[in-house]
């Protein structure tokens, strides 16, 4: 399980309840390739019944057919809406349009629109509030925004962000998300071994996008098993040390890499149904635990 400064969620959730009713609706950008591992759980519990934006970024590296199954999904939520954005996109007034129409108290275009923005890291929250405040403003790191825990950001005369970036999440309970995380670069590449990323990198691919695999590197038959598919790669691309063996550690940077950058066309690593189906496993897996530990404290009483 990966942990995320959990010393500090406390200290963030208070400030998180303090703000919430100075805002007028919370924006939550999430990273288009993967809408349900990059949603922080904690937040829809924390912002209760805040109007809420799902700002689904970086568009441009996800496959338009799985992302609009998640808007769907998405806007199935009361009190939420989405918006699909790259970093290219100029989204101020559909942005603005959309915060004025889900705060009713800010219908009013002479009033000015206060919106929290949250967003686990690398999801490009830095680069739309630069962009959309046609100035940079200064990354405030994890560790400062834990002192001051917000910063504000006139954006315009009409709208004005309100950054938290010590809002993470606690832990990461399912261990796909963990490695779709790994795969996009949202979770320091230290946090799993590099060979284990390629390996679910490789396994997703072949079973969504073979097509795509068989283009980039020029298969003519696609492995079924993801080592297999990291050699023929190795190969391809002479990932290879003394005595011809495979370089296994260079062609997985090689694999996350070139996936990163979108070489291999757009992608959604997630369904909402088979994300949906993840969760449930957790779950159980949470229930079991439960009652091992209930029936450890059970025997110990009984001694
Ligand atoms: P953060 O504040 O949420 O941590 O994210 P940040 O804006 O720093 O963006 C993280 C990386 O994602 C940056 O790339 C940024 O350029 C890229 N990015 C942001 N939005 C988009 C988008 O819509 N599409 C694509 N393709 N990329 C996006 P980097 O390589 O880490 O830095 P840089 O060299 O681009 O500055």
Same mark, same amino acid.
């Given at each position: *399980?990966?942990?995320?400064?959990?010393?500090?969620?406390?200290?963030?959730?208070?400030?998180?309840?303090?703000?919430?009713?100075?805002? !007028? &609706?919370? $924006?939550? *950008?999430?990273?288009?390739?993967? =809408?349900?591992?990059?949603?922080? =759980?904690?937040?829809?519990?924390?912002?209760?019944?805040?109007?809420?934006? %799902?700002?689904?970024?970086?568009?441009?590296?996800?496959?338009?057919?799985?992302?609009?199954?998640?808007?769907?999904?998405?806007?199935?939520?009361?009190?939420?809406?989405?918006?699909?954005?790259?970093? /290219?996109?100029?989204?101020?007034?559909?942005?603005?349009?959309?915060?004025? +129409?889900?705060?009713? %108290?800010?219908?009013?275009?002479?009033? *000015?629109?206060?919106?929290? $923005? +949250?967003?686990?890291?690398?999801?490009?929250?830095?680069?739309?509030?630069?962009?959309?405040?046609?100035?940079?403003?200064? %990354?405030?790191?994890?560790? +400062?925004?834990?002192?001051?825990?917000?910063?504000?950001?006139?954006?315009?005369?009409?709208? /004005?962000?309100? !950054? @938290? =970036?010590?809002?993470?999440?606690?832990?990461?309970?399912?261990?796909?998300?963990?490695?779709?995380?790994? +795969?996009?670069?949202?979770?320091?590449? /230290?946090?799993?071994?590099?060979?284990?990323?390629?390996?679910?990198?490789?396994?997703?691919?072949?079973?969504?996008? =073979?097509?795509?695999?068989?283009?980039?590197? !020029?298969? #003519? @038959?696609?492995?079924?098993?993801?080592?297999?598919?990291? #050699?023929?790669?190795?190969?391809?691309?002479?990932?290879?040390?003394?005595?011809?063996?495979?370089?296994?550690?260079? &062609?997985?940077?090689?694999?996350?890499?070139?996936?990163?950058?979108?070489?291999?066309?757009? *992608?959604?690593?997630? /369904?909402?149904?088979?994300?949906?189906?993840?969760?449930?496993?957790?779950?159980?897996?949470?229930?079991?635990?439960?009652?091992?530990?209930?029936?450890?404290?059970?025997?110990?009483?009984?001694?």
């Amino acid at each position: *399980m990966i942990q995320w400064y959990p010393g500090h969620m406390h200290k963030a959730s208070k400030a998180f309840k303090e703000i919430l009713p100075h805002v !007028d &609706v919370v $924006i939550e *950008m999430l990273d288009a390739r993967l =809408p349900g591992s990059s949603e922080n =759980p904690m937040l829809a519990r924390l912002r209760r019944d805040k109007p809420c934006i %799902k700002l689904l970024n970086k568009s441009d590296l996800s496959d338009p057919d799985r992302l609009a199954a998640w808007v769907v999904e998405l806007e199935q939520h009361s009190l939420v809406k989405t918006l699909v954005c790259s970093s /290219t996109d100029n989204i101020h007034n559909q942005l603005l349009d959309l915060c004025r +129409a889900m705060a009713p %108290k800010r219908q009013n275009r002479s009033t *000015m629109v206060y919106a929290m $923005i +949250a967003g686990i890291p690398n999801v490009g929250k830095s680069t739309l509030i630069n962009r959309l405040a046609g100035r940079r403003i200064a %990354k405030t790191g994890n560790e +400062a925004a834990l002192t001051r825990m917000q910063q504000r950001i006139e954006i315009s005369a009409e709208l /004005t962000l309100i !950054d @938290t =970036p010590g809002m993470l999440w606690p832990n990461i309970e399912n261990e796909a998300s963990g490695y779709r995380l790994a +795969a996009t670069g949202a979770i320091r590449d /230290t946090a799993l071994e590099l060979q284990d990323v390629a390996s679910f990198i490789a396994e997703f691919l072949i079973e969504v996008y =073979p097509q795509r695999l068989i283009r980039r590197y !020029d298969i #003519e @038959t696609l492995p079924s098993a993801e080592v297999e598919l990291l #050699e023929l790669i190795a190969h391809q691309r002479g990932c290879l040390v003394s005595g011809g063996r495979v370089d296994l550690e260079k &062609v997985s940077r090689l694999l996350i890499s070139e996936f990163r950058a979108g070489e291999l066309g757009g *992608m959604c690593l997630e /369904t909402p149904a088979g994300f949906a189906a993840e969760w449930e496993q957790v779950a159980v897996i949470r229930a079991q635990k439960a009652a091992a530990k209930e029936a450890r404290k059970s025997r110990r009483r009984n001694k």
